[in-house]
């Protein structure tokens, strides 16, 4: 399996501009989660599924931000209007099963630079 | 106010010295998992702790979950430059999933 897949690896948007992220889970996994790590505040769950349906989605950080999951294979975590403060690198992982035991995998990441 | 606190945030070790790193928390896990986090990429699983007291050893890495499930340790013997990265718990104290706020260790050749 190639992992879960992340698209683009980079972005560099200016302020007021939509960013679109786009993940690609590991198949089979009923779970996908996007997380954001900045340096002041490291890891942080913004929402997951479950078999594509929103689950919990109160660690996104306000209207401008929004995820969707059409099918099992793919996510989208849509940023816009974009502002520097949303600057971070924002990582997508999925997992067979949601709990303190399971294994999440992550994707490599995308870097997002908000000018 | 972070859920779980780890410490030292930053830690820098020649090659061949030992090292704890630890992840401390007011609130009790059910398990508590580690992950380290090379530049560039995502975080990767090394270990799962469930039970209180708990040590699982991966190579030269120990890992040890508190008598009360509140805190963990990770040691690492004879560090090596690969081992360098960023290294994270996380856990389950209620219904919603928490890293912990980072170790980045740098391991000097």
């Known amino acids: 399996d190639a992992g879960v897949i992340q698209s683009p690896r980079h972005e560099v948007t200016e302020m007021g501009q939509e960013v679109t992220l786009r993940c690609k889970p590991i198949?089979?996994?009923?779970?996908l989660f996007w997380y954001r790590q900045t340096m002041m505040r490291g890891l942080e769950l913004l929402i997951y599924f479950n078999n594509n349906v929103p689950i919990d989605d109160s660690g996104m950080p306000e209207d401008r931000f929004s995820a969707k999951m059409p099918n099992a294979s793919f996510s989208t975590l849509k940023i816009q209007p974009s502002e520097p403060r949303d600057s971070a690198v924002y990582f997508c992982a999925s997992s067979l099963q949601r709990g303190g035991q399971e294994t999440q995998y992550f994707g490599p990441g995308t870097r997002l630079l908000v000018l | 106010t972070q859920l779980l606190e780890q410490s030292p945030q930053f830690l820098s070790i020649q090659e061949g010295e030992n090292l704890t790193v630890y992840c401390n928390s007011s609130s009790v896990f059910s398990s508590l998992q580690w992950y380290r986090q090379e530049p560039g990429e995502g975080p990767v699983l090394l270990v799962t702790?469930?039970?209180?007291?708990e040590v699982k050893k991966l190579k030269r890495l120990t890992f040890q979950f508190g008598d009360a499930r509140k805190d963990s340790s990770l040691h690492i013997t004879a560090a090596q430059p690969g081992d360098t990265g960023l290294y994270l718990c996380a856990g389950v104290p209620g219904n919603q999933f928490y890293f912990g706020t980072g170790t980045s260790l740098t391991v000097i050749p």
């Open positions: 198949s089979g996994h009923d779970y």
């Open positions: 702790v469930v039970t209180g007291g």
